[in-house]
Structure formats: structure tokens, C-alpha cells
């Protein structure tokens, strides 16, 4: 390794290959008198971070912070300590060639002078001046070369942390209200409904059944970066699109079920999803939850975010809800969500402030038992029974048919294999069932969730021509709604 304060930093580093600048192998003291420099730069190298670099003994001490500075003080945040850098760095911001050290984006995130308060081996403590970060900070040693920053001061004034859960806003079925202007409209998407935290340039993503399935979509880790320091938590669908450009749910199923980690690769270079984003409920320290959907609709907007793998869905306020239906249909979308233009974000509520208006007759059913397949299908299921909670008691269902078309081969197996685990010997339904039911039956535990096209109710509330659609992973039993 080379001799010298700048040793380590200039033997990682090409001169002419990479614009950083290389000054000589010395130590610039600072001026008596004046307070020492601080820069935060934003890197967008092999995994996004903050390096946080202190003027110190002629040089800039330098930290890599993956989830950049806390802004609370009952966060500590990892802190690597990488290798002095000279003072010019403070000005540098561009792009690190691919091959190089560090190679990747870097930008000036924050810049300042700092007063140092202590600085020992295993404790710096510092008072920052700048732009956007201000404050006492106290970094210190663990194991390593990892330390920890911690800041010292509350949190600045009006500053809400990040809600760690909420439950989403869920929509009434029904009709197109008045065009009164009261109304905005947003296409209904064929997708899996999350929830997506962002914070340190890291997503994680909920399911509306609140599992975390950040794992099984690894395409959002770039939007998180894309995010870079802005902390929000967002609403929306994730998509799988067909080949004619048109949300498919059929192609979504494959996505939904992959667990492992190969599986997940493979079925995400085979079937990649995007994120369709609708709704902010929190961004940068304030809650937009008790804002109108006007205000929270211009906060997203204003985020200017958009991408190959995401986008912000169209909101329309000024064309009257009938003909954005019509539209919705002639692009072979599910529908139109109708949003009432004054209605604050109900976290957890199925609000008739939000209404969907489905172009097909598609509901979401809990399978209760199955009956025994015939010919080719003998040893497997010949048809699901279906159900809805009941109103009284959500551990006993309402029956409202049966369903033996629409199956894949890949998803009878799934279900068979899933059903075998849930088999019990008494029925789930409440009532007897309709005659024209096989008696052949296995019960099954009420838990698993599909969708099912049909062409129309009968008068006591059953579905005719039901046709599977697939299993909805993402949803869970107790939140199936009968749907008039």
C-alpha cells in the first residue's frame, strides 16, 4: 500500500480513467479559524449509499452510509468507514466509469461546514451547518471497520416518522355516480395490490393480506433507487403486461407463486412485473393520510417519477366517468376506479368514497371443498365450491357455486397440492348445500382465496358460468366481500 495520508485512496484510483480528482500524495491543513468542511454525496454505485466525509488533519474522513443519516434519534445507522479522501472531493459530483473503484452515479446531496465538538478513536461528535443536514451527530466504532451514527438532537420540528404498518384503502363495487366534478377516475388494474415503503433508497413491499413480498419482486429494488433519499410510502398494483401490451393475470399467477430464490429469477426474467403507483400517503417526515385526493394526487405527481418498470396511473377529472369507461374497455382494462375528489385516505376501510366499476363480472371467492374429478381428471378435483363469508361469522361461508373450467394444468396441480394440506371433515358452509351438488365432497379449511369470471347471478345469489381465473395469494379470506 502506498505511504501517505491520500495512499489508499490513490491506489484505488486510475488517473485518466476516472474523472475523481487525484491531487498529490499531501494533507491540505485547514485555515485557523475557519470551521472545517462536511459533504454528504449520493452514490449510485453497485448498491446505493451516502458517503458522509468530515475535513479532518488536512483530508476528508469518509463513511459510506447505506441508509444515509437518521433523522430520529432512536435510529442508528450503519456507518462503514472507507479510505481518507482529499479535499477537492468535496466538489466532486459525475459518473465513475463502469470498471472503476466505486464506479456509478455520485451527486452533491448536501455540503456545509460542521463544528466539531469531539474527535477521539472511538468517538466523533460533530454539529452539522448545512442545506438539508443539520444537527449534533455522534459516530462510534463497532466491530471492523463498520461504526454507527447517531443523532443526538429530536427530530426536526413537524417531522412524523414513517408508519411501519397501515392497512390500504379498499373500494365499494358499484356504479358510475353523477358527473358532478365531485369525482376523479383512474383505470382499474389486473395486478396484486401493495403497499411500498421506501426509506434509505430501499423498498419493501405489503400485500393487501399484510405479507411482505419484497423478496419475490426484486424489480423494485431499482425503484427504490430511483427514489434515492426521499422517504415515502406509496400505494399501487403491481402488473405483469402480455404481449399485447394489456395487464395479464394469467402471467401475474406465475409471479405470485415463485418462493426460492431461483425460482423467483427465473420467473422474473420470464414474466417481469411493473409497478403502477396511485396513491402518496407519506413523504419526506409528513403524512399526506389526512389530505383530499386532490392534494395527495399533485404531492405524487409532483414526485416526477417514471420509468420502464413503473409509472404513475392516469388520473382523469375532467372527462366524465362514462367515456374514461368506455376507454378503459377499448384498451381491455378491468375497469375504472371512481375516487370522490374531497375523500382523505381511510387506511384499513372499504370506503363508497372509492368505487370500482368492473367491464366484466369477476369476483373473488374462498374455496370450501372440491369434488372428485371424473375420467382424466379421476384422483384430482373435479370442481371447487365457493364461497363468501358469511356476514355473521367470517369463519363460515355462504355458498355461491361451483367451478370446473379455466384451469391450467400447471394450476390444478398447484391447487390439488395446496387443498390435500387443508382437508377436514366437516363443511365450512353454513346451511345445506344446493342438491345439485355432488355428495361427494371434501371439505376443506375456508382459507384460500381465488377470482372467478361469470356471466350473471342467479336469483338466490349464485354465480352462473363461473370460469377460474386463478388463486389470489395476495388476499386473504376474512376480507372477501359479497358483492351485489
Known amino acids: 500500500m502506498t505511504a501517505g495520508p491520500l495512499g489508499s485512496y490513490r491506489e484505488k484510483r486510475r488517473p485518466g ?35 458522509f466525509r468530515l475535513e479532518h488533519d488536512g483530508v476528508l474522513a469518509s463513511w459510506a452510509l447505506p441508509k444515509g443519516l437518521p433523522v430520529f434519534p432512536d435510529a442508528n445507522h450503519l456507518a462503514v468507514q472507507v479510505e481518507d479522501h482529499p479535499l477537492e472531493y468535496g466538489k466532486f459530483s459525475g459518473t465513475i466509469p463502469k470498471g472503476e473503484y466505486g464506479a456509478g452515479k455520485v451527486s452533491i446531496w448536501d455540503r456545509g461546514r460542521y463544528d466539531c465538538e469531539k ?23 463497532t466491530k471492523g471497520n463498520n461504526w454507527m451514527i447517531h443523532r443526538m438532537d429530536p427530530a426536526p420540528e413537524g417531522v412524523e416518522p414513517l408508519p411501519s404498518r397501515i392497512q390500504p384503502m379498499l373500494a365499494t363495487a358499484g356504479q358510475l355516480p353523477p358527473d358532478d366534478g365531485d369525482w376523479a377516475y383512474e ?15 430501499r423498498p419493501r413491499a405489503v400485500s393487501r393480506n399484510d405479507k411482505d413480498v419484497t423478496d419475490s419482486f426484486p424489480e423494485l429494488r ?36 415463485a418462493s426460492s430464490p431461483a425460482s423467483v429469477r427465473n420467473a422474473a426474467a420470464s414474466n417481469p412485473v411493473s409497478l403502477v403507483i396511485f396513491d402518496l400517503l407519506h413523504l419526506d417526515g409528513t403524512s399526506l393520510i389526512g389530505l383530499d385526493y ?9 414526485l416526477d417519477i417514471g420509468a420502464s418498470g413503473w409509472a404513475i396511473t392516469p388520473s382523469f377529472t375532467s372527462d366524465d366517468g362514462r367515456r374514461v369507461f368506455r376507454t378503459a374497455v377499448d384498451l381491455g382494462m378491468e375497469g375504472v376506479v371512481a375516487k370522490r375528489r374531497t375523500s382523505t385516505y381511510q387506511a384499513g376501510r372499504r370506503s363508497r368514497d372509492w368505487i370500482k366499476v368492473k367491464n366484466q363480472h369477476m369476483r373473488e371467492v374462498v374455496i370450501g371443498g372440491f369434488t372428485e374429478g371424473n375420467g382424466s381428471r379421476r384422483g384430482d378435483f373435479g370442481a371447487l365450491l365457493l364461497g363468501v363469508p358469511s356476514s355473521t361469522e367470517h369463519r363460515r ?16 396441480a398447484e391447487i390439488a397440492s395446496d387443498l390435500k394440506r387443508m382437508v377436514r371433515g366437516t363443511s365450512p358452509f353454513d346451511g345445506r348445500l344446493p342438491t345439485a351438488v355432488d355428495k361427494a365432497v371434501t371439505w376443506v379449511t375456508p382459507k384460500l382465496v381465488g377470482e372467478v369470471r361469470y356471466s350473471e347471478l342467479t336469483s338466490d345469489g ?23
Do not use: C
Open 222 to 257: 431499482a425503484f427504490g433507487e430511483a427514489m434515492g433519499s426521499r422517504q415515502a410510502l406509496l400505494d399501487g398494483e403491481l402488473v405483469v403486461l402480455g404481449a399485447d401490451g394489456k395487464p395479464s393475470f394469467a402471467r401475474l399467477q406465475h409471479r405470485m407463486h
Open 397 to 412: 361461508l355462504t355458498f355461491v357455486g361451483k367451478v370446473g373450467t379455466g384451469f391450467s394444468d400447471r394450476s390444478r
Open 294 to 302: 386532490d392534494h395527495r394526487r399533485t404531492a405524487l405527481e409532483d
Open 119 to 141: 474527535w477521539r478513536p472511538r468517538e466523533i461528535m460533530v454539529v452539522l451547518h448545512g442545506k438539508r443536514a443539520k444537527g449534533r451527530y455522534v459516530l462510534f466504532p
Open 17 to 51: 480513467r476516472t474523472p475523481e480528482p487525484i491531487p498529490d500524495n499531501v494533507a491540505v491543513p485547514t485555515k485557523r479559524g475557519r470551521r472545517p468542511t462536511f459533504v454528504i454525496q449520493e452514490h449510485h454505485a453497485s448498491s446505493l449509499h451516502w458517503d
Open 462 to 484: 349464485h354465480l352462473r358460468h363461473p370460469v377460474w381465473r386463478g388463486l389470489r395469494a395476495d388476499k386473504a379470506a376474512r376480507d372477501v366481500r359479497r358483492e351485489s
Open 187 to 201: 383505470f382499474k388494474w389486473d395486478g396484486m395490490r401493495v403497499l411500498i415503503w421506501i426509506d434509505g433508497g
